[in-house]
């Protein structure tokens, strides 16, 4: 790195918390690696590639849920959260995988989902057994339909996945009886959080997984645990579109906030190192910022982020907006660009801008992939931590030619096929060029492989030193070489040309690295900033003395 310093720019004390920068990798152990051959990826399956991703350079490992399940939602449907389903494994290899990640430096994150149960949990079970005014009924929304005969729902809530937001039940003498609220599928009831067993039984939760030395967990719908009193109509709008972007009688209402001030107490006793992780989805990131004050959460992923296109002034303000909305609670801010809920970004930014998180074509291949390796090294200049999905790293695409039959997605039954467009980010991934399901277990695959998927292997990019593979191990080493390069909450942005986006960064001991991004289809003029460190793209970068051209949608770093 340049030994040239800047006055202007700050030195910032490299943080000693290690989530404050650190890389997290999202596993989600259904497509991950399948040890026992049943087409669907287990505990030991993870285990065994627990080397590669410590060759990767992450700092951790988020797992999504690998709990007793009946799988309505993927495994977000928990029937008990204090034993592993049969399908991933049991306790011992949880607590195997658990011990071996740490002798490998690498930490563990679990996923908790506490907005709602399966409807197979027994206290699901036993409060449909016990009828109405049970008051095994109020750990639960349960509530008199509308209509002289209650054969309306309570209110006009819409479930996430489509269609009502409530369902009716059959009472045990047979009659239809009450309706209880599922903000999801109909096989995952909600949570009445004003009850004080609920809150019991998830600490108790927390201590199992943290007795067994689990670093920290994912809290699964954190913004949607406390309803508005009295469950109020929504009013005839378009609620999908409302979602995320306006306030919610069901989410980011501010009693959750209780819940989390308590439950950071019950991680505060074992230690300053486990963190919460919130999957808040807020309208403004000023309301992410909450989750994540000193008493409550940790990290928040920054959906703003994820949600913004590959444009300039789109990620320049977020950028600004995000830093500073969590400046004043002490934050760090929490990048993120896929995870197992949206359409890969690889495949977003193939397609024109506007379509959201959720798109079913696969535009542009060749752009997406190079935009979303320059969007990467943008992500990892930045302070703060930031969060992978599984298969990025490969450059993989969503996979958007999957036949109706295969998809699993709840959503996809439930909208009459609108949607169920999750299922493309969650295709087994490819180890091996060759091989039944291109080395993700000895069989098959519970969602069928596109036939090229074994060109984008890890066997296939390993040490080509121009794979996306091998650029993100180039980029997560600098990192752990620069760990100034997370921290701190500032950056120094640069005068740049429209379309380009370049910052200056202190990548400690007075060395410095300035990251610029030309989100644009052309190559851009600018002037120099040293050599090359890092590109996100082979194409010759042309420098004179006093500047350089950008290639089209590229990163670079230079120092
Ligand atoms: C979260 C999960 C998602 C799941 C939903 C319901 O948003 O990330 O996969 O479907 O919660 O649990």
Redo the contacts with the bound molecule.
Sequence with gaps: MSQHTVNSTPEYPVSTDWWRDAVIYQVYPRSFADADGDGMGDLKGIRSRLPYLSDLGIDAVWLSPFYKSPQA??G??VADYRTVDPMFGDLADAEHLIRDAHDLGLRIIIDV?P??VSDQHAWFQQALGAGPGSPLRKRFHFQPGRGPNGERPPNDWES?FGGSAWSRVTEPDGSPGEWYLHL?APE?PDLNWDHPAVDDEFRSTLRFWLDRGIDGFRV??AHGLVKAQGLPDIGSRDQLKLLGNDTMPFFDQDGVHEIYRGWRTVLDEYGSERIFVA?AWTPTVERTALYVRPDELHQAFNFHYLSAYWDSDELKDVIDSSLQAMRPVGAPTTWVLS???VTRHTTRFANPAGLGTQIGAAGDARIGLRRARAAVLLMLALPGSAYLFQGEELGLPDVVSLPDEARQDPSFHRADGQDGL?DGCRVPLPWAVDGPSCGFGPAGSWLPQPADWGSLSVEAQQERADSTLELYRMALALRRQHPALGAGDRIEWLDAPQGVLAFRRSAGDGQELVCTANTTGEPVRIGRHGRIKLASTADAVQIGSNHAWLPSDSTIWWV
């Design positions: 939602d993927a977000y449907d989902v907005n709602h996430i999801f995952q699964d719908v999957e995870n197992h809920d999750r």
